[in-house]
């Protein structure tokens, strides 16, 4: 293919779905050959990569729908009727964005095959939420996850469990645990972990009970000899714990994992809820054995008016070392001392209100059961998020193996529920995320998929020092792009800078215009899940502003507006600022699996995920494009390198113990 059909010079994006139906097919006609910036050994680069990328991996991107197969009549799956699942019930419905059969739209069986991932952890079928109780046993990574063992919507919540020796290939193995008991019969709900020194493994969980109060309830493994650790013993004193009486019965749920205090050798645990003055708050428990508590006075914390503070998280991290294996065991180090300036605790909260993740990064005085934000304008609820789309209810956990944290987080449909219902199944989990303290910002997380994702990617291309005229935008693959790892760095010269002195202060993504909407310095980057005619695109960019000072903000944005024609799905632009320190360069790396597109900016500073559920960008129809809408000048890709990526082909236990 002559790399000059894929280049074109700018046209507006269009605004709405008709219009860009309108715009796209104009561009078509007035498509003329390039207009600036290219070179002939440009030209011979884009060459190769559209003979690269066109061709058939070897391997194949060998994505096979577990639910649905080719040619078969979807049918609606048979429901049983989802139960209490509403606010009235203690929790937020958790369904998808968009209910009910109006606007429903007209989706093919191949439609909805196609949005099932190749490599991110989902059930074989049915619905899923949150993550719960991660951990590594006897050789495997163990992941738990609230599931519907009934039907694609939320109810009758028990605990799927698939185990990994890498957290990339899975095993899915039977549920762990039923709503089976007067303590939990109305789901058994989040909870956490703990391995105690001498190998015991305390799993302390909510439990909906009969009359719908959450209380904490404790479980442990029947075998601790059985590596998948398969049976669940359910404490016979449960609950060990129920709501205190100043607050509500529905508003006490999502046990932390413990940590150990060595000043009276007890172990803690954190809980969320809200007070009545409707802030959100965590309140921390001591216990010896796991069975008794004791509440201690005063609360970990508190932010007025964040409301309900779900599936609460705690934990340590190291403020000096920035590498992989810096992680804090937390069950042993949670309570260093204060006075070491190398440790930060970190408080996430999940705020119902919402339906975000929110942390901050502080100290925590153990004695006086205290933890205080570093900076109080960034407190949880009203600062810095996990992920600016789609990520909710998230939990880490301590990888002894390469005494790492790592993070999973519960991504969520945007479609409609009939749709699911179709499809067979609802939600994702994240990519598991290696969580670092930012040692150059003080300020930030940095998260970053585990590195053993890496061992997916096939055939690659890179690119060097790409020029990207103002206002164009090229094709860089149009085939086999539905699971693909794209890491790129850009630079903006200062030559571009320098022609343009305008503040331009007031951008953030949401409010903008969106990729289509032009200044200064952006939006540039990607143009993801993109067909031909780019009547549907996922532009995953930047866009720099100037303020008033005259000092540069990076902001960097995911923009959904153009994701499908569908109008039954939840489409936003989202996205949020990313430092960017002086002499960095703006990198990017997008992780695009199907229906969902997870982003990471400045080696993961600022992260974004997005669930879109392309109509023509499919199959082989859909494509990956660079753009530049900056109006100031052209932007330098100085390098970029894009993979396919192989599935996972997780798998079903089959029925032997000991190895799956
Ligand atoms: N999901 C669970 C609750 C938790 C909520 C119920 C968060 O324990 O608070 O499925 O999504």
Redesign the pocket.
């Known amino acids: 293919m002559d790399p000059r059909d894929t280049r074109s010079s700018y046209v507006p994006l269009p605004t709405t779905a008709d219009e860009a139906a309108t715009t796209s097919a104009d561009s078509s006609r007035r498509r003329r050959h390039l207009l600036v910036g290219a070179t002939s050994s440009l030209l011979l680069l884009l060459s190769l990569l559209g003979a690269a990328l066109y061709m058939s991996p070897q391997n194949g991107a060998d994505h096979e729908p577990a639910v649905l197969k080719s040619n078969e009549q979807v049918q609606p799956t048979v429901l049983k009727p989802a139960v209490s699942r509403g606010p009235l019930d ?3 419905e ?1 369904v998808s964005g968009v209910r009910g059969p109006s606007n429903s739209f007209p989706w093919s069986n191949s439609m909805l095959q196609w949005q099932r991932t190749g490599f991110h952890f989902q059930p074989e079928k049915n619905w899923m ?2 993550p719960n109780g991660p951990v590594y046993y006897k050789g495997w990574y163990h992941l738990f996850y ?1 599931y519907n063992p009934d039907a694609a919507v ?1 109810g009758n ?1 028990t605990w799927g469990h698939a185990v990994s020796r890498d957290m990339v290939h899975w095993y899915h193995l039977p549920l762990a645990m039923v709503p089976d008991k007067w303590y939990d019969i109305n ?1 058994v ?3 956490s972990a703990t391995v105690g020194p001498d190998g015991q493994v305390y799993m302390l ?2 439990g ?1 009970t009969n009359a719908s109060v ?1 209380v904490q309830n404790l479980a442990i493994p029947s075998d601790l000899s059985d590596p998948l650790l398969l049976q669940w013993t359910k404490y016979e004193g449960n609950p060990v714990l129920t709501p205190p009486s100043n607050l509500l019965p529905k508003d006490f ?2 046990p932390t994992t413990a940590w150990f205090d060595n000043s009276d050798s007890t172990w803690r645990i954190a809980i ?1 809820s809200k007070d009545d003055s409707h802030a959100g708050i965590a309140l921390v428990y001591k216990t010896k054995d796991f069975i008794s508590y004791e509440q201690i006075p005063g609360l970990l914390h508190k932010v007025a008016k964040t409301g ?1 503070w ?2 609460v998280d705690f934990y340590a991290v190291s403020a000096s070392i920035s590498s992989a294996n810096q992680a804090i065991d937390t069950t042993v180090l949670a309570t260093m001392s204060n006075s070491q300036d190398d440790v930060r605790h970190v408080l996430k909260a ?1 705020m ?1 209100d919402d ?1 975000h993740d929110y942390y901050a990064v502080g100290r925590y005085d153990a004695i006086n059961n205290k933890w205080k934000p570093d900076n109080a304008e960034i407190d949880v609820g009203i600062g810095l998020r996990y992920d600016w789309g789609i990520f ?2 998230s939990k880490t956990f301590f990888d002894p193996v390469k005494q790492r944290r790592i993070l999973w987080g ?1 991504i969520s449909e945007t479609d409609s529920e009939k749709a699911d219902i179709r499809k067979g199944w609802a939600s994702l989990m994240s990519l598991p995320r290696t969580v670092l303290f930012d040692i150059k910002t003080k300020s930030n997380l940095l998260q970053w998929p585990v590195e053993e994702v890496d061992q997916l990617r096939m055939n690659s291309t890179t690119f060097t020092n790409l020029t990207i005229d103002t206002g164009s935008y090229f094709r860089l693959s149009a085939s086999r792009a539905a699971q693909l790892d794209i890491v790129a760095e850009f630079e903006i010269k200062n030559t571009t800078l320098e022609k343009a002195v305008e503040a331009d202060e007031e951008y953030s993504c949401a409010t903008s215009g969106g990729a289509a909407g032009r200044g200064l310095f952006g939006p540039f980057g990607f143009l993801v899940l993109a067909d031909e005619s780019l009547t549907e695109q996922t532009p995953v960019y930047f866009y720099v502003s100037r303020n008033s000072n005259g000092s540069l903000k990076t902001h960097f944005c995911h923009d959904e507006t153009r994701s499908s024609k569908a109008t039954d799905i939840v489409k936003k632009i989202v996205g949020n600022v990313v430092p960017v320190l002086s002499g960095e360069t703006l990198t990017m790396r997008i992780l695009v699996d199907h229906s969902i597109v997870e982003s990471f900016a400045q080696g993961g500073r600022t992260c974004i995920t997005s669930r879109v559920y392309p109509t023509k960008a499919i199959h082989n129809a859909a494509g990956v494009y660079l753009f530049n809408n900056a109006t100031a000048g052209p932007i330098t890709a100085k390098s970029i390198t894009i993979w396919e990526m192989s599935s996972s082909n997780n798998r079903s236990y089959n029925g032997n113990d000991g190895e799956p």
Do not use: F, L, P
Request: hydrophobic residues 25%; proline residues 0%; negative net charge.
């Open positions: 203690g929790v937020s958790k939420n949150d609230q939320w919540i789901g709900w989040t909870g969980y909510t909906s959450q749920r999502d969320g309900m779900e599936c999940s119902d339906r909710y209810a519960w």
